[in-house]
């Protein structure tokens, strides 16, 4: 009888934590975000749709934070301590990625000159070189990071290059069907 009752509280319990489990997981999976904004000490903060505002950077050096199109993916630059010649402000050359409670970024130098979503967020591009000169422009998968395609801006034409390449393009923030 004593193991029985023993084996029914180790089932509610591991019953318990699933459920609980499931219950933070699905309030923190895709499409949970709100809005995003950086505040007056540039920290990254979420807003989820229940209205929880969280705080998930602490550097105090985060700029132009973004949400992806379905709201799954957080991204913002992360500021470099050092201010380049000639400039008035720090760059960055790093790109923040939050999703599902997990913080990974994009490094590309010298600057992370510009960054936006691409199909809808499961794809990131940047535009990475120098202050006045052609860069490179790469594509990422949002979710592994890993480079899909990559693009020399001095070998390529504008009119030539594929549109993702164009953060202003129209389908640059579209969903996918």
């Known amino acids: 009888m004593m193991a029985n009752r023993s084996l029914s509280t180790k089932v ?3 019953l318990l934590t699933v459920l609980t489990a499931n219950c933070y ?3 923190t999976g895709n499409k949970a975000f709100k809005a995003i904004y950086v505040d007056k000490t540039n920290n990254v ?6 209205g929880r505002d969280k705080k998930i950077s602490s550097g105090g050096n985060a700029a132009n934070a973004t949400l992806a199109p ?6 913002w630059l992360v500021l470099n301590a050092w201010i380049a010649e000639g400039d008035a402000g720090p760059s960055a050359s790093r790109l923040a990625i939050y999703r599902n409670g997990q913080l990974r970024y994009i490094k590309c130098e010298p600057f992370i000159r510009d960054y ?6 499961r794809q990131i591009a940047i535009d990475c070189g120098g ?12 979710q592994t990071l890993r ?3 990559a693009i020399a801006q ?8 594929p549109a993702w390449s164009r953060p202003d393009s129209d389908k640059a923030t579209a969903v996918p069907p």
Do not use: C
């Open 70 to 75: 379905d709201n799954s993916y957080a991204a």
């Open 147 to 149: 480079t899909i395609d």
């Open 45 to 50: 903060h979420l807003v989820f749709h229940d």
């Open 154 to 161: 001095a070998d390529v034409p504008e009119e030539q290059r």
């Open 25 to 27: 997981a699905s309030n």
């Open 12 to 14: 509610t319990a591991v």
């Open 116 to 121: 936006w979503f691409w199909m809808g967020g």
């Open 131 to 142: 202050r006045h000169f052609a860069g490179t422009l790469k594509l990422y998968d949002a």
